[in-house]
């Protein structure tokens, strides 16, 4: 824990009651900056993100020669870099806690001619980076990482070399990762030729979809491998406008908190309905949840809806190893809901957890078991028994690892056990959830910091 902890502790509360809007999606505010700052003429973005990770991602992009401003109503304007390119940075490129942005800015940077190093906080320099650099080697870029002492090479810092001129490349991830494609697709805009991705289990389109509004074809093929995701290089990315989402990720600890507080009548505003990243609400009405949505509309070209939750009574599942991707964050929340569900929730083919902000497998199990809740783990895998709606124990006070849903998902539990439920740290809650704190007061939930 670093001197600048902020402890938090969550208690038992009555029923949660109001309606609140979902903050701006994470992984599309991330890349309305990135292409936003690649593109010829200036992009305007509103409802963006205003989390630390998206923070850094903007520092980032204008050391990379992108003009960015916020106004007073909190449009964000970047004046994209076009035909010039992205220049080589001054200083190190501090990606923060972000894995996303440091991916993602990875990728794109290696379509330009330059240099430059990347760094990152405590969790991010311990995250695997080879999944993006092996891939961006082949198609000619140098990349110098670190070895942890323990062996493990790949990580932050990272210094970067492109020419500019890269091969593109057909590549089959060895991970089902959005990462990983859309750092590959963004260095295939700055390479000659047809760059492929195939994904035999889809994840989050949302580079697909927002490379289209930048005015770049994007071509999927499906066949039985999966799907072939192309695009052709060189390719400039044109202006435009682009209105962020409510993020389902986040919507997902308000809902969850409904879900297990006897009592509770929420409406959650603005959530993202994209069915890349719906895999938790499937898997909570196969629990019995009452969860609808209703109201859906389009905004900044996804299909959004606001989402009424009550307290339920909810039953063990096994979520198929299949869903994994549409659902890859919402594991820790889940095992939450699962703590008050009646019989065992089976979470399978969930390994990738494991490289998360921090090995969200293990943190998860001892989150649960710390609060009196009989959980076990496998290398990719976590069985919760649920309690058959009787309350958990909790009084756990709990290690976060730097991890925001960690932090989050263990204070939603103390909402609903019999005894409070005490967190090292909050601080990095902002990187993704700003408002988190204010959102569930307004809610009823007792957070104390
Ligand atoms: C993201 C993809 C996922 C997810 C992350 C955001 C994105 O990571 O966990 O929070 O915006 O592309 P992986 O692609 O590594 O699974």
Redesign the pocket.
């Known amino acids: 824990m670093s001197s600048l902890a902020t402890p938090a502790t969550s208690t038992p509360s009555k029923g949660l009651k109001g309606t609140v809007k979902a903050p701006g999606d994470?992984?599309?505010s991330?890349?309305a900056i990135i292409f936003g700052a690649m593109a010829e003429g200036v992009t305007e973005v509103t409802d963006l993100l205003r989390g630390a990770d998206i923070l850094s991602t903007v520092g980032a992009m204008r050391s990379f020669g992108a003009k960015i401003t916020e106004d007073d109503k909190g449009t964000w304007r970047i004046e994209g870099v076009g035909a010039k390119g992205f220049s080589s940075p001054a200083e190190d490129v501090d990606c923060g806690n972000a894995?996303?942005g440091v991916?993602?800015i990875m990728g794109a940077a290696a379509g330009y001619k330059l240099s430059a190093r990347f760094t990152g906080d405590a969790s991010l320099s311990v995250r695997p980076m080879n999944?993006i650099l092996d891939p961006l080697r082949e198609m000619g870029v140098s990349a110098e990482a670190r070895t942890t002492e323990a062996g493990e090479p790949g990580r932050l810092p990272i210094s970067l070399q492109s020419s500019g001129a890269l091969k593109p490349i057909n590549y089959r991830p060895p991970?089902?990762?959005?990462?990983?494609?859309?750092a590959l697709l963004l260095a295939g805009l700055g390479s000659k030729g047809i760059t492929t991705i195939i994904e035999p289990v889809a994840?989050?389109d949302?580079?697909e979809n927002m490379l289209r509004a930048f005015g770049v074809p994007v071509e999927v093929k499906t066949n039985s491998e999966g799907n072939h995701i192309s695009v052709t290089g060189p390719a400039r990315l044109k202006a435009t406008k682009i209105k962020v989402p409510g993020d389902p990720?986040s919507a997902a600890f308000p809902i969850i908190a409904a879900l297990i507080t006897p009592g509770s009548d929420i409406l959650v505003e603005n959530v993202m309905m994209n069915p890349t990243r719906t895999g938790l609400f499937d898997t909570l009405n196969e629990m019995g949840a009452f969860l609808r949505a209703d109201n859906f509309r389009k905004s900044g070209g996804e299909t959004i809806a606001d989402i009424h939750v009550k307290h339920s009574r909810l039953n063990g599942v096994t979520v198929p190893e299949s869903r994994a991707?549409s659902m890859?964050?919402e594991y820790p929340i889940l095992a939450v809901a699962a703590a008050f569900a009646t019989g065992k929730t089976l979470m399978k083919g969930i390994g990738?957890l494991r490289?998360?902000e921090s090995d969200r497998i293990a943190a998860t199990t001892a989150l649960l078991s710390e609060n009196g809740v009989t959980v076990s783990e496998t290398q990719d895998g976590m069985t919760v028994t649920g309690g058959a709606g009787k309350p958990p124990a909790g009084g756990g006070t709990i290690k976060t690892y730097h991890d925001h849903r960690i932090a989050m998902s263990a204070l939603v539990l103390g909402l609903a056990s019999k005894n409070p439920v005490r967190i090292d740290d909050a601080a990095m809650i902002a990187t993704?959830f700003p408002t988190f704190f204010d959102l569930m007061a307004s809610l009823g939930a007792h957070i104390e910091r």
């Open positions: 994470k992984s599309i991330h890349r894995g996303t991916r993602l999944r991970h089902a990762s959005a990462q990983v494609k859309s994840t989050r949302h580079t990720s991707a890859i964050d990738e490289v998360k993704s």
